[in-house]
């Protein structure tokens, strides 16, 4: 009788709670973007998530809440780590108030889905996990360089006596070359340009004219240096309440939006193009100058960051460089 009980038991119980286990409910996660909402990257994240939420009836919704006007750029980072909000599109250099090593993302030379076999991705949520509670999730945004941008000319990359507007991403390379630097997000560059507070920027070789900063931009400094590092971040809590399948999709949709990579080098040339035609002149050193310039950047790039993280620095180099 007691055996007979208990396998009723048990019976009962396996059909109550079958479902729960099996199907979890759907769960709509908050997201924001440290980028202008009319910024290409953005305007391809929004696309994504129109997709996610198409395919992810019953499973996962994402509810964009909106740009720096709803969370200034240099404060999503927080957002995310404390969980206002689940999700952000953001940038390393965005986030450095939570850990120094988030800056040097922009270093890597190997394409994402080569860092996720190679152990960086691993490395990258080790650090990212334990120093700011958030889980990388992906970085849809690759292969577009960083430049400098002035609005008077140099014969040699000697930035002594100009002032230039910075993130993280630039500052070591920039002080090194003489600069003095004022960091801003980008939704104050127009205003810095306008009021001559500043006689040039970094960016990277798209979206100059998303903020009509091509309006007060004469020059661009070739080469490029770096790769641009936009990531889909999430709060590390919010990631472990996700049920298997609800991660498992997650994953897969990130996983399709890096694999659309092709996209960023048809955008370089359209907006290299679109520079030119808005009457941008390129500066350009002599080969040797040229090299100079690019392995200064990387040079200073990583003892800059193996400076701010003696700890994990030597093992991002190793597992991000070429
Ligand atoms: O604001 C910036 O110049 C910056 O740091 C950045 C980072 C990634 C993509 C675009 C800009």
Redesign the pocket.
């Known amino acids: 009788m007691n055996i007979l009980r208990k396998a009723a038991f048990a019976a009962l119980a396996a059909v109550l709670l079958a479902p729960v286990a099996a199907s979890a409910q759907e769960v709509t996660l908050r997201m924001v973007s440290a980028?202008s909402e009319n910024s290409i990257?953005v305007v391809r994240l929004q696309k994504w998530i129109q997709t996610v939420n198409a395919e992810g009836k019953g499973t996962l919704q994402i509810n964009f809440i909106g740009g720096p006007k709803a969370i200034p750029?240099f404060e999503v980072g927080n957002a995310l780590k404390t969980g206002v909000v689940d999700l952000a599109l953001s940038?390393?250099?965005?986030y450095t108030n939570l850990m120094p090593e988030a800056d040097a993302l922009?270093l890597a030379q190997i394409p994402i889905a080569e860092q996720r076999k190679n152990g960086a991705f691993e490395l990258i949520n080790e650090i990212w996990n334990k120093k700011a509670n958030i889980y990388y999730l992906g970085r849809p945004?690759e292969g577009?360089p960083?430049h400098l941008y002035l609005t008077k000319k140099i014969t040699k990359p000697d930035l002594t006596g100009l002032k230039i507007?910075?993130?993280?991403?630039?500052r070591d390379f920039f002080q090194a070359l003489g600069a003095n630097v004022v960091t801003?997000?980008?939704g104050e560059?127009y205003t810095a340009l306008e009021r001559g507070v500043v006689d040039g920027?970094?960016?990277?070789i798209g979206?100059i004219f998303d903020l009509n900063w091509h309006e007060k931009t004469k020059f661009r400094v070739d080469p490029g240096f770096y790769m641009?590092?936009?990531s889909v971040l999430m709060n590390l809590d919010a990631w472990k309440k996700l049920a298997p399948k609800q991660r498992a999709y997650l994953h897969k949709q990130i996983l399709a939006s890096e694999a659309d990579n092709g996209f960023w080098l048809r955008n370089n040339e359209a907006e290299t193009k679109r520079q030119a035609a808005a009457g941008i002149q390129t500066i350009k050193f002599d080969a040797a100058t040229s090299k100079q310039y690019y392995d200064k950047a990387y040079e200073v790039g990583w003892a800059g960051a193996i400076k701010a993280s003696p700890e994990y620095g030597p093992r991002m180099k190793k597992l991000l460089s070429k």
């Open positions: 980028f990257y750029t940038a390393g250099a965005f922009k945004v577009e960083f507007r910075i993130t993280p991403v630039y801003t997000p980008p560059v920027y970094g960016w990277p979206g641009a590092e936009v």
